[in-house]
């Protein structure tokens, strides 16, 4: 199923944008984030302790706007790999969710 998940302008604030779907009656939070002229969708769970990433609303960048930040306990994550590159989940990844560009708009084939 297609699913316009939010706009370009979204992203202006923060970089990114939460999305929680519906997903088989419960609640499956994404979130897409812009970077370097890219923009690409992740699951929004950390893989040190499947927690969400962000403790306020689309705040998903760290202090240097170059990398994302699990704020429970510190990871920092590639934004384009989603590779962790420092933190307790080291050498682990979030999990892609596949987003695509269509205008101003950010689609999910996969919602
Ligand atoms: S839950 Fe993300 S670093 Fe621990």
């Given at each position: 199923?297609?699913?316009?998940?939010c706009t370009l302008?979204?992203?202006d604030a923060?970089?990114?944008k939460e999305i929680v779907l519906d997903k088989d009656g419960?609640?499956?939070p994404v979130f897409v984030?812009?970077?370097?002229?890219?923009v690409v969708?992740?699951?929004n769970s950390c893989p040190h302790a499947r927690l969400p990433l962000n403790w306020?609303?689309?705040a998903f960048f760290d202090i240097s706007n170059t990398l994302l930040i699990c704020t429970?306990?510190?990871?920092h994550f590639d934004p384009l790999t989603g590779h962790c590159l420092r933190g307790p989940c080291k050498g682990q990844s979030l999990t892609p969710y596949p987003v695509r560009v269509e205008g101003d708009k950010i689609i999910s084939d996969a919602a």
């Open positions: 199923m297609t699913l316009v998940l302008s979204d992203l923060t970089g990114a419960g609640r499956s984030v812009r970077f370097a002229d890219r969708g992740y699951v306020r609303e689309d429970s306990h510190g990871a």
